[in-house]
């Protein structure tokens, strides 16, 4: 005989004969409630109130759309990656307090300056146009429309709110042939 066989059996003499109690009682418990996501009601209840009585910062505030470019015979996969910050700026221009004509010579003088030294990806800063006036943004429609006349410019796309938003635009140049 086994060591568990004998301890088996000891136990057995020592509990004497059992007999199976049945019963007709529910030994089922009642289904437990769906558990309550307080910490996000609270959470959503003080974004309501903030928003309801906060102050309001206006340079937070995106207007106007987002814009893109991209050359014909480019992947859609190159505007994405570009959006998403994919290749690192290497330098940029902030148009703020100038007018048309110094931005078009200024936008012109940096993507000269970017192609002399070999740059893939810069950034412009044209602003959002929030005090344009009735005309909408003009910086951003310029910039916009010499970018995508510029034979080295591959793509351009708005930058992310963190980087600009809808005031800035990050500006891919094809490679030198």
């Not at 019963?23 to 309550?36: K, M, N, Y």
């Not at 995106?62 to 505007?79: A, D, M, N």
């Not at 007018?99 to 070999?118: P, V």
Request: aromatic share 4%; proline share 7%.
């Amino acid at each position: 005989m086994s060591e568990s066989d004998n301890d088996r059996d000891l136990f057995r003499s020592a509990v004497g004969p059992v007999k199976r109690i049945r019963s007709d009682r529910d030994q089922s418990r009642p289904e437990p409630p769906p558990p309550r996501p307080s910490q996000r009601e609270r959470d959503e209840a003080r974004v309501m109130e903030d928003l309801a009585h906060g102050p309001i910062d206006f340079a937070s505030v995106e207007t106007g759309e987002e814009i893109s470019y991209l050359r014909p015979g480019l992947q859609k996969r190159v505007l994405t990656r570009l959006r998403r910050g994919h290749w690192r700026v290497e330098d940029e221009l902030d148009l703020h307090q100038m007018n048309l004509e110094a931005a078009s010579a200024s936008i012109r003088q940096f993507l000269r300056e970017a192609e002399r030294d070999g740059m893939s990806c810069v950034r412009i800063i044209h602003g959002k146009g929030l005090r344009s006036g009735p005309g909408g943004p003009q910086l951003k429609r310029l910039t916009a429309r010499l970018l995508s006349r510029h034979d080295r410019v591959a793509a351009f796309a708005s930058a992310p709110p963190h980087d600009g938003g809808t005031g800035a635009v990050y500006v891919l140049l094809r490679a030198r042939r």
